[in-house]
């Protein structure tokens, strides 16, 4: 596998370098009598011969925290394995009138799962120790339902469950397609590998989605992003610092959601204006976790190999 770093930055700039182009591409005149804020398909009339992303490995962590494939799917997977988190992140990043407009969108989403309304106590989030994650993940203790801290490796073994493996699961079924997903991601060695993400993106398009679905898939993309946690004591010191390891998952992570977008802009039923305020940079730079350790792994690989 080539460096982190030269797979970090030309996954990114492929991946928007395609959706700024095909963003340009669909915009009409505005006697057209198409709507100017509507992406028009471009599948599967334009084939797609280069890879969205480069492909990379990532380890498998979930193995202590798997996706259990209930009938309930993706949402409510936290509660049944014993996780919560603190949805209220997305109030920091926007002016008062971006709030408003932000939280009314999650307010249908608000109301219907629980998960949503979930807050950790701020005491327990002040005896968190600072970390890199925007996702601050708590174990639900015993029968008492106490949000208890956790290792950060467990933290993020249960992200990769939850946000790469059940999140594909949820797209997937809501597309109507069915998808071993351990067969098709999990390699030898107990590696993810995000190749896999371009033949599943395909199999998704070949559906031809609705607005229905991608109504759907907007609300899982929506509850995912939104589930950063606002609290951060910039007065303590880091003292849980991510591994490589951990990293790739993360970033994993990053990608599978990204994939997800991209099918969204390419199936030519989603407004573009949906798909521009799901890229936000203020929600998407620090998604699901700050970087910088992320960097100087990449630069101790490179500094390695000389």
Not at 6 to 25: D, G, K, M, Q, Y
Not at 30 to 38: A, D, Y
Not at 123 to 148: F, H, I, T, V
Request: proline share 6%; hydrophobic share 40%; aromatic share 10%.
């Amino acid at each position: 596998m080539g460096s982190l770093l030269s797979c970090i930055v030309r996954a990114f700039i492929i991946t928007w370098t395609t959706i700024r182009l095909f963003f340009c591409n669909c915009v009409r005149p505005k006697s057209s009598n198409i709507s100017p804020t509507v992406a028009q398909p471009v599948h599967p009339l334009t084939p797609i011969h280069r890879p969205h992303f480069i492909p990379f490995t990532a380890p498998y962590l979930c193995a202590t925290s798997p996706y259990d494939h209930d009938p309930s799917g993706f949402w409510d997977f936290p509660t049944r394995v014993g996780w919560a988190l603190d949805p209220t992140g997305y109030s920091k990043y926007r002016n008062e009138q971006e709030i408003m407009d932000w939280e009314k969108d999650l307010a249908p989403l608000d109301a219907r799962y629980g998960c949503r309304r979930r807050k950790a106590p701020e005491s327990l989030s002040r005896e968190r120790p600072r970390d890199a994650l925007r996702l601050k993940c708590y174990r639900m203790g015993g029968g008492d339902g106490r949000y208890q801290l956790a290792e950060l490796s467990e933290q993020v073994a249960f992200l990769q469950a939850w946000l790469f493996f059940e999140l594909l699961a949820q797209v997937s079924s809501i597309c109507g397609v069915s998808v071993r997903l351990e067969d098709e991601f999990v390699l030898p060695g107990r590696q993810v590998s995000i190749a896999a993400l371009e033949r599943l993106m395909q199999t998704w398009l070949d559906v031809n989605l609705n607005i229905e679905q991608v109504t759907q898939i907007v609300q899982v993309i929506q509850h995912v992003l939104s589930m950063q946690t606002r609290f951060e004591d910039l007065r303590k010191k880091e003292s849980q610092a991510l591994t490589s390891t951990e990293c790739k998952v993360l970033f994993s992570i990053k990608v599978a959601i990204r994939s997800v977008l991209l099918t969204l802009a390419l199936s030519g039923v989603c407004e573009s204006t949906i798909i521009r305020s799901l890229m936000d940079p203020q929600i998407q730079e620090y998604y699901p976790a700050y970087w910088d350790e992320l960097k100087d792994f990449a630069r101790d690989e490179l500094l390695h190999k000389g």
